[in-house]
Structures are given as structure tokens and as C-alpha cells.
């Protein structure tokens, strides 16, 4: 197989991924951000504090994250006929992405979730906050850092997830790998593909990490790491080793090695 | 303007029962800066968190300026919307200060307003306006993260007015700083009480805040109160824990045939030469084992340990002397006596 064989193939195939895992890490996102948020209010000592809701979604999640992805694709075809009319081709292979990366981001949410203070929580009760406040201006913005790079790692789990839509037709970098390099012995398709493959996810990974790293204000610095190297540290060539060391410590150490000076 | 009856806090967790707050009945009078002290576990947290209702008491009464919070409460365990307006009439400030990260210091000041419903420019004018009080004026912009712990906790304290409360709770707000910065945000408390006519209940464990800036204190043990009033009240009670933890006095006779006595001076009397007339007109020696001289809400306030020789019996005269000149006068019973060695009440550390 030469290049020019396999120039189109691989378009064809960036494409259709890009298309699977974007439709379907946007549903993710937006199903999984309101049931990992819900899971936390819901949880023992929780602002909405309901022990059967949360047992009954944590549950569902569960059981939701323990099917095999092939499973539930066979398990849902039924349900994407009725949702985008066939049962072949990206569309159809969107559905159970979707649907088995929404448990999968709420966990990642409800951990991230959970990570925020309950003593910010408790500042904004204490203002008169409503659940609704506490979600929108405490619970989401300082989790923040840390959904975006949840969505990052779902993301990167669609890409592998979505090899296996090869199933229902819905061709992909992961389904021309398996079916033309694997399956007809065209190795060197096969490498290009993984390769091609390693590429979209590290540039997945490094975006997501630097979006994440810019929104985190809890640190000295807001500057990513990666971009100085990028960089050639040039402009922190000068300074001691204490401003690393400053954005691992919480907020209570640093005080105590920078006294106050108030007028 | 804040008044607990009866406040009963009990915890239930697998099966045993905790009891955080035994009765308590606390009135704090407005205007006034009210410390509430007490071992870890007392339950001064738990009580200072029944006031705004953080902390869903078990049984008894909380009323805030005149509004009975737990009737507004309701049965659920969500806070409806009117506890959640009576709440904005009431701002708390915390230990570990409890600024939003992600937020600049102004927009953390900006945060209670925008629970209001405040529009955006009368907001940003307010915070300024706050962050100016609290001697933050330059840090509008900065995140939590750059700053040290007392301009954190200044943020914290300008955020709690942001609401223009009545009433300002304060839990263990200088625990996490060092001394310096505890001195400067208790002063800034102070000034805050004077200015505003803003009434202060806060709760510590250092003796140093309720004798820096509270005009009333109350101890507490094991969920009750178990001595309340007002500082200068409490050191001229005779026998009293919270002056004795104020003032610790030490010392123990040196001697079989001694007379220990512990004076408290208040007001006019400290500023007299009371031990030289002493020890002059009866012609005595006196040593001295143990003082402490403060300046207590104005007054200055001091306590000495002094040593007369001969029992007690031949000491009634200069004695009375003592309390004739306006000092209150408490006879060590017997040298090993619980006042020669005070249990320390107060150990605890920053949480």
C-alpha cells in the first residue's frame, strides 16, 4: 500500500474520530457534570444530604462503568435506532460513547467535586448561600482546574473506546488500525495509525493540562510548568527553588513562613 | 442581640451519643465583644455554629437582633429561604479564613453582595470601599493564594461585612496566626466594634483575645457554661477560673507559718501604692510570688500573689487593710491548696 492509498483512509479516519469522541465528550460533559455534582450534594453530610438518591445513582454509575464498552454498544442498539435513526456509522457509535463516558466523567467529577473545601461551603451558608449558589459559585469554579482535566482524561478514554465502534461501521483511527493494519497485515498503516494516534493524545493531554494549570489560582504561580521548558526557564533561571515548593504547600503553611506586614 | 436558651446540641453516630452543647443559655448585649473560651471539645465551636444555624441544634432557642432563627428554620434539613436572609444579616469569620481560590480578593467581597441580588457596580464600589477599611486597598486584584495569613483573614473580615451585619461571629479567627498578626486583627476587630457599633461573639482558646478586646467572657466545659459575665466583673469575683486563667499568678509559700494572699486591683486601686502603705504601717515584710498588670477594656486590671509572714490568724488586721483600700483580697487557704497550683485550663493549640 503506498502513500497515496493511504493519505485518504487516514483523513477519512482522523475525521470520523474527531467527530465521535467531540459529539460524544460534549454529551459526557454535560450529562457527567450534573450527576457527579449531584453525587456529592446527595452524599452523607452533603448539602442535599439523601442517602437513597445517592445509592440509587451511584449504583447506576457503577453498573453503568462495569459493562464492557462492546457490550453496551450491542446493549444499546435498540436505543440508538431510536435516538439517531440507524445503527451504523459515526452517529450510531456516538450513542453508547456517550453514554458509557457519562458514569465514567461523573466519577471523575464527584472526586473532584469533593476535593473543595467544605469550610468554602460552609462561608457561603453562612452568607445566606442557596444549594444553587453553592454549586455555581463555589462548588464549579474551584473545581474547576480540576474538571477540565477530567474531561481531559475522558477524552483520551473515548479515543481508545471509540476503536471498538469499528464494530458498528463507524470507521475512526482505532477501527483502520485494527481492520486494515492488523487484519491484512498492512504493519506499516498500522504504525502510522498508532502513531498518529499517540500524537492526538499527547496534544490532547498537554491543552488540557495547560488549561488546567492556567485556571488554578491556589498556587504562587500560574505559569504551566511545560511552557517554561518551552521556554528554556530562561525567566527562572534566577529563582531559588521556593516557588515550586510554594504551590505544593496549602494555603495555612505559606502564611507561616511569610509574615504579615499590615499597616 | 444574641441570645441561646436552653441551646442543646447532641451528635448521633453509630449508636453513641455525644452531647456538644449542655444547656447553654448565653446572652450577648449589643455592642459589646463577647469571647466565648474553652478547651478543644468544649463545644464552643458547635456553638458559635448553632448561632447562624450552620449547626442544627437539638433542642433550645437561638435569637439574633430580636429574630428567633430556629423558628425560621423549618423542619428540613435544607436552610429555607428566610433563615437564608436572616443569615445575611450575620457575618462569620473563620479560622482557616475560607476564600474561594479562584476568586480575586475583591471578588471574594463581592461574593456576599452578589447573594443579595447587589448590582455590579454598587458591588465593586462597596468592596473597595471594605477592602479600604481593612487596610487592603492595594490588594483588589491579588488571589488568595499571594497573600499572608492576616491579610487573608483581613479579607475574610471584610467579606463578613460586605452584608452590613449587625452582628459579626468569629471562630477561632486569629488561631492560625502568629502573635503579631493576632494583635493586629484583634485591634482591627476593635476598631470595627467602635466604629460600626458591631456586636462580636467570638470564640477562642487563647486568653490573650478575651483580655486584648472582650468586654464579656464566658468559659466553657464539657457543653455548659460554666462562668459568664463581663471581664472586669469576673476579676473581682472571688474565686473565679476565668480570672485566675486571665491573671495566672504562681508561687507557693515559703514557709510553714505564711499567709498567701491574692489581690486583684480594679479601677482607682491600681493606680495606688497600696503594698509600700502596706507594708509601712504595719511594719511587715512582704515578698512577692507571682504578678500580672493589664490593661483590660481601658482599665488597667492586675493580680499579685503576696507573702505576710505569721499564720492568718495574726494577719486579719493587715488584711483588712487590703480591702479597705478597695482590692479584693483571697486567702490562700493552704499552700498546696488548688489556687498554689492551678490546673492549666487552657493547653490546646491551633486546630
Redo the contacts between chains.
Keep these: 500500500m503506498t502513500w497515496s492509498d493511504m493519505e485518504p483512509l487516514l483523513e477519512q479516519a482522523c475525521w470520523d474520530t474527531l467527530y465521535m469522541v467531540g459529539w460524544s465528550a460534549l454529551i459526557a460533559v454535560v450529562g457527567g457534570l450534573p450527576l457527579g455534582v449531584l453525587l456529592v450534594l446527595t452524599d452523607r453530610g452533603g448539602?442535599?444530604?439523601n442517602v437513597v438518591v445517592n445509592k440509587v445513582i451511584g449504583q447506576i454509575v457503577n453498573i453503568a462503568r462495569s459493562m464492557p464498552f462492546i457490550i453496551l454498544m450491542v446493549a444499546l442498539i435498540s436505543f440508538t435506532r431510536l435516538i439517531v435513526g440507524t445503527t451504523i456509522g459515526p452517529e450510531a457509535a456516538i450513542v453508547p460513547l456517550a453514554i458509557g463516558a457519562i458514569p465514567f466523567y461523573a466519577r471523575l467529577v464527584e472526586t473532584s467535586v469533593r476535593e473543595v473545601?467544605g469550610?468554602?461551603v460552609?462561608?457561603?451558608?453562612?452568607?445566606?448561600?442557596?444549594?444553587w449558589?453553592i454549586v455555581r459559585?463555589?462548588l464549579l469554579?474551584?473545581s474547576?482546574p480540576a474538571l477540565i482535566s477530567s474531561a481531559t482524561t475522558t477524552i483520551v478514554a473515548l479515543i481508545g473506546y471509540s476503536a471498538m465502534a469499528g464494530t458498528v461501521g463507524a470507521g475512526g483511527l482505532g477501527d483502520l488500525a485494527v481492520r486494515y493494519g492488523y487484519q491484512r497485515f498492512e504493519t506499516e498503516l498500522m504504525w502510522i495509525t498508532v502513531a498518529i494516534l499517540a500524537v492526538v493524545i499527547s496534544v490532547i493531554q498537554f491543552v488540557g493540562d495547560l488549561a488546567a494549570r492556567g485556571?488554578?489560582?491556589?498556587?504562587?504561580s500560574s505559569v504551566a510548568p511545560r511552557l517554561v521548558l518551552l521556554r528554556g526557564r530562561a525567566p527562572r533561571a534566577g529563582e531559588p527553588a521556593a516557588a515550586p515548593a510554594a504551590r505544593e504547600t496549602g494555603?495555612?503553611e505559606?502564611?507561616?513562613v511569610?509574615?504579615?506586614?499590615?499597616? | 442581640m444574641i441570645t441561646t436558651t436552653d441551646l442543646t446540641k447532641v451528635y448521633r453516630s453509630r449508636g453513641r451519643e455525644v452531647t456538644a452543647l449542655d444547656g447553654v443559655d448565653l446572652h450577648v448585649r449589643e455592642g459589646e465583644v463577647y469571647g466565648v473560651v474553652g478547651q478543644s471539645g468544649a463545644g464552643k465551636s458547635t456553638l458559635i455554629r448553632c448561632v447562624n444555624l450552620l449547626e442544627r441544634p437539638t433542642s433550645g432557642t437561638v435569637s439574633v437582633a430580636g429574630q428567633d432563627l430556629t423558628a425560621l428554620a423549618g423542619r428540613g434539613q435544607g436552610a429555607g429561604s428566610a433563615l437564608r436572609r436572616a443569615r445575611t444579616g450575620i457575618g462569620m469569620v473563620f479560622q482557616h479564613f475560607n476564600l474561594l481560590s479562584s476568586r480575586t480578593v475583591r471578588d471574594n467581597v463581592e461574593l456576599p453582595l452578589e447573594i443579595l441580588g447587589v448590582s455590579g457596580k454598587e458591588r465593586t464600589r462597596k468592596a473597595l470601599e471594605l477592602l479600604e477599611l481593612v487596610g487592603l486597598g492595594d490588594k483588589a486584584k491579588a488571589y488568595p493564594a499571594q497573600l499572608s495569613g492576616g491579610q487573608k483573614q483581613r479579607v475574610g473580615i471584610a467579606r463578613a461585612l460586605a452584608g452590613d451585619p449587625k452582628v459579626l461571629l468569629s471562630d477561632e479567627a486569629t488561631s492560625a496566626l502568629d502573635p503579631e498578626t493576632t494583635r493586629s486583627i484583634l485591634q482591627l476587630l476593635r476598631d470595627l466594634n467602635e466604629q460600626l457599633g458591631l456586636t462580636v461573639l467570638l470564640i477562642t482558646h487563647e486568653m490573650d483575645v478575651v483580655k486584648t478586646i472582650c468586654d464579656s467572657a464566658a468559659l466553657m466545659r464539657d457543653g455548659r457554661i460554666v462562668e459568664s459575665g463581663k471581664v472586669t466583673e469576673l476579676l473581682a469575683t472571688p474565686g473565679s477560673e476565668l480570672a485566675q486563667e486571665l491573671f495566672p499568678v504562681g508561687g507557693v509559700a515559703s514557709g510553714e507559718d505564711r499567709t498567701v494572699v491574692d489581690l486583684t486591683f480594679q479601677g482607682e486601686a491600681a493606680t495606688k501604692p497600696v503594698i509600700s502603705r502596706l507594708s509601712r504601717t504595719y511594719n511587715i515584710d512582704i515578698s512577692i510570688l507571682g504578678a500580672a498588670m493589664e490593661t483590660v477594656g481601658g482599665h488597667q486590671v492586675g493580680r499579685m500573689r503576696i507573702e505576710l509572714p505569721g499564720r492568718f490568724e495574726e494577719n486579719v488586721v493587715p488584711i483588712g487593710f487590703l480591702r479597705e483600700q478597695g482590692l479584693q483580697v483571697d486567702v490562700a487557704a493552704v499552700a498546696d491548696g488548688p489556687r498554689a497550683n492551678p490546673t492549666p485550663l487552657l493547653k490546646e493549640g491551633a486546630k
Design positions: 448539602v442535599l444530604q473545601d469550610g468554602l460552609e462561608a457561603v451558608q453562612s452568607m445566606g448561600g442557596s444549594t449558589t459559585k463555589v469554579p474551584e474547576l485556571l488554578s489560582h491556589r498556587g504562587r494555603p495555612a505559606i502564611e507561616s511569610e509574615p504579615t506586614k499590615v499597616p
